[in-house]
């Protein structure tokens, strides 16, 4: 069975650092991409950026570039979405979802249960 | 990229049909035939429901259907079911993906 496994809600402090995970099992972690996703509360779908696991090369949202560094390791089937100094805007739900490593499919087909992220003072 | 522009609720009674648009530019939904729906039910992940504008996965009943014309994609769902109440999110790929704003379809 395809599982995309997130790591747990996370509260943390404006200024401190998180690093949030996604855990792919039931399937070759090298035979796809890992996007990741943000939704704010009561907002939509916004798309943050992607990673291949199989020699990291990574895209991300001119939005989120520079806000938001994304990484992956394949020895552990993990994709990692982290941030140096989260702001209070920060505060959303996190989605990691997988997208076949193959021209042509452009569609997210599994995703993970979310990560809520929680920054207050 | 802005945000694809969907209509923010629809509603429609058991057994009827609804359609949801979703509107882009000529650079994502009508350049590339890589648009993909998702329903989300409140506090769930996001569900793939349609892909390449018009495929279903394994899985999805074949009340739900896509189609696009133009800059314009659609998504309708036929028989409608209590269970089919949730969020409806179109998405576009145009060398990076864009999603809509939403839907919430409310079943009467």
Known sequence: EVQLVQSGAEVKKPGESLKISCKGSGYSFTSYWIGWVRQMPGKGLEWMGIIYPGDSDTRYSPSFQGQVTISADKSIS???????????????????????????????????????????? | QSALTQPRS??????????????????????????????????????????????????????FSGSKSGNTASLTISGLQAEDEADYYCCSYAGSWVFGGGTKLTVL
Do not use: E
Request: charged letters at 15%; aromatic letters at 16%; a positive charge.
């Open chain 1, 78 to 121: 993990t994709a990692y979405l982290q941030w140096s100094s989260l702001k209070a805007s920060d505060t959303a739900m996190y989605y990691c979802a997988r997208r076949l490593y193959s021209s042509g499919w452009y569609f997210f087909d599994y995703w993970g249960q979310g990560t809520l992220v929680t920054v207050s003072s």
């Open chain 2, 10 to 63: 629809v509603s429609g009674s058991p057994g009827q049909s609804v359609t949801i648009s979703c509107t882009g530019t000529s650079s994502d939904v009508g350049g590339y035939n890589y648009v993909s729906w998702y329903q989300q039910h409140p506090g769930k992940a996001p569900k793939l429901m349609i892909y390449d504008v018009s495929k279903r996965p394994s899985g999805v009943p074949d009340r």
